[in-house]
């Protein structure tokens, strides 16, 4: 089972996502797309488009006010974010793995290994937030949220759940708790993720970072491919702040939401032409600028520090040998 969650404003991403995620996976894995606060056209106006994936993807409407039980709260991230938190009431008890996929991914290779992960003793399969550890703000999340010296910091935008072992320790009600518990007491900048990371402190596997491989390591170094593109941040491939680097992706999400029917006209990318926003344009003259003056070495060495410590943590993986 593939499950995601998604707003009005996100559901032709989370279309692509799918898209993709179906082409990938093995034959029979059902999807589930959670619409989080549709009303009647959003939500009639989506099924239109989902309908024509197949028997495999159906869309099911959330209320957010009634749902998430009234322990989350509205942030920059959205009210979707907090789904995860709420899968064990929205999804069938007779799962043996759930692959949970936030709606800015694009799947590009085979879900198989992924959907049968073997997490040892652990219930949530899942790979660290290059972000945080690229910037090196990682110690400032384990301090914030009191993890261990050593925790290490994941990212919630991709998670295998052995949804047996979820159940069973009750993780997701414990995480509910938790978030009313530590809501006034901690420093949630990330939402859910970071409650996920308190309640899982270092008891999550961790996984091939190529399977939630973000935006910002894929501009910073190639040495890793994605099996899943994650495109963490605002600039979306999909938005009018798409950099330059991305302009790829864009033209894969022109390709994918083309599929998208009547959620097609809603979407911000164009079939494929060469064109530059007035934000693009301003980001390209910022970044001659900057080349040319004293900034350059200091941005040269900026780059190489975040590339640096990205290779640290697939070194890490790789020296660990694990899946």
Not at 26 to 54: I, W
Not at 70 to 97: E, I, N, Q
Not at 98 to 124: H, K
């Amino acid at each position: 089972m593939i499950a995601l969650f998604a707003d009005a404003a996100v559901i032709t991403p989370a279309f692509c996502t799918t898209l993709t995620a179906l082409q990938f996976a093995p034959a029979n894995t059902g999807v589930t797309v959670f619409c989080v606060d549709f009303n009647d056209p959003e939500f009639q106006k989506a099924n239109d488009a989902f309908s024509k994936l197949g028997p495999a993807v159906q869309l099911r409407r959330v209320d957010s006010a009634k749902d998430f039980e009234g322990c989350v709260w509205r942030t920059a991230l959205g009210m979707a974010t907090w789904g995860r938190l709420f899968l064990d009431k929205l999804l069938p008890t007779d799962l043996s793995h759930v692959l949970y996929l936030d709606c800015d991914t694009l799947v590009q290779s085979d879900l198989t290994p992924l959907l049968n992960a073997e997490l040892g003793q652990c219930s949530v399969g899942a790979c660290k937030d290059q972000f945080q550890y690229m910037s090196g703000a990682v110690e400032q999340r384990r301090t914030e949220l009191r993890l261990s010296p050593e925790g290490d910091y994941f990212n919630a935008g991709v998670m295998v759940l052995d949804w047996k072992s979820v159940l069973d320790g009750d993780l997701l009600a414990q995480a509910r708790e938790a978030l009313r518990t530590h809501r006034g007491s901690l420093t949630l900048r990330f939402a859910d993720q970071d409650i996920l990371n308190l309640l899982l402190d270092g008891n999550w596997r961790e996984l091939d970072p190529a399977w939630n491989l973000q935006s910002f390591a894929m501009v910073v170094t190639a040495s890793r491919q994605p099996r899943i593109a994650h495109f963490v941040g605002y600039q979306k491939p999909w938005s009018r702040h798409c950099s330059i680097q991305m302009l790829k992706f864009r033209r894969k999400y022109a390709e994918l939401q083309s599929k998208a029917g009547p959620l097609a006209q809603d979407f911000k990318v164009i079939p494929f032409v060469v064109q530059l926003t007035k934000d693009n344009v301003r980001l390209t003259l910022a970044h001659m600028v900057r080349c040319v003056t004293f900034k350059a070495a200091k941005e040269a060495q900026r780059k190489k520090d975040f590339k640096n410590r990205l290779e640290m943590v697939f070194d890490a993986y790789d020296q660990k040998n694990k899946f």
